[in-house]
C-alpha cells in the first residue's frame, strides 16, 4: 500500500486522483481547505481516505501540518486557484494569494517533506506537480501564468536536486472540465477550442489518469519533466 498526499484532492482534477489511488489500494491523505464541496465520490467516509482541512496559503504553518504526516510515498501538489483577473486589476492580497497557493506552498511542501519520502523502503518516492498551459504561454492571469511557470521551472530544479532519490515530474494541464473552467470567460474558451485537435476541452479523469502516471507506473528515466496536456493547442 502507497501512502499518497494530494492537495486539493477532494474535488476536480484531484478527486479524480483520489479515486484511482483508492481503487488501486492505496491510502490517500487529503489536504484541503474544507470539504463541502459536493461529490460523486464519498470519499469522507472511505477507510482508505483522511481528510486534512488545510489553507495552504498559510505558509507559517506549513511545518505543522507536515509533522502530523505519518508516512509517504508521494506528494501531488495539485491544488490551485485562477481567477479572472489581469496585470493591471490584481490587488496586492489577490496577487499574495495566488503566489502563495500556486508556488509557495507547492514548493515548500516537497523542502519540508523530502526527508520523510526519502525515507520509503518499499517504492522509489515521487512528486507530480499539477502546473498549467498558462506557465508557457502569456496568460491573462499574469499572477497565475507567473506561478505555473515558476512551478515548472521548481520541478526540472528539485529532479536534479534529489539525483534520483525522489523523481519529480510536472503537467501542464490546458483547460479542464472542472469548476475551474467557469473562471476563464466564454469568449477565451470559445477562442482555446478552435486551436484544440479534438474541438472539446480535457477531463479531470484524462488529467487524472496522466498524473496517476508519472506517480506510480512511468519509467524512473522520466524525470523532472512537463507533460503537456493541451491536444494540440501549443504544439511544441
Known sequence: MRHIVITGGNKGIG???TQKFVEAGDHVQIIAR???HPSHFDYQNH??????AFDLTDLEELPALVDSIDSIDVLINNAGLLQQQTYDSYTDPQRD???ALNIMAPVKLIELLADKLKVTSEYTPRVVNNA???GQIGHPDIWYGISKAGLINATKSFSKAFEGTI??????????ETDMLDNIPQHRQQAFLKNTIAGRFATADEVAESIYWLATESP??????????NNGSFPR
Do not use: H, K, R
Not at 477507510?47 to 486534512?52: D, G, S, Y
Not at 519529480?168 to 490546458?174: G, L, T
Not at 524512473?220 to 496536456?229: A, K, R, S, V
Open 15 to 17: 478527486l479524480a486522483l
Open 34 to 36: 474544507d470539504f463541502s
Open 47 to 52: 477507510p482508505l481516505v483522511t481528510c486534512t
Open 97 to 99: 494569494y495566488s503566489l
Open 132 to 134: 498549467s498551459i498558462a
Open 167 to 176: 523523481i519529480v515530474n510536472a503537467v501542464a494541464p490546458s483547460p479542464t
Open 220 to 229: 524512473e528515466y522520466i524525470n523532472g519533466i512537463c507533460l503537456d496536456i
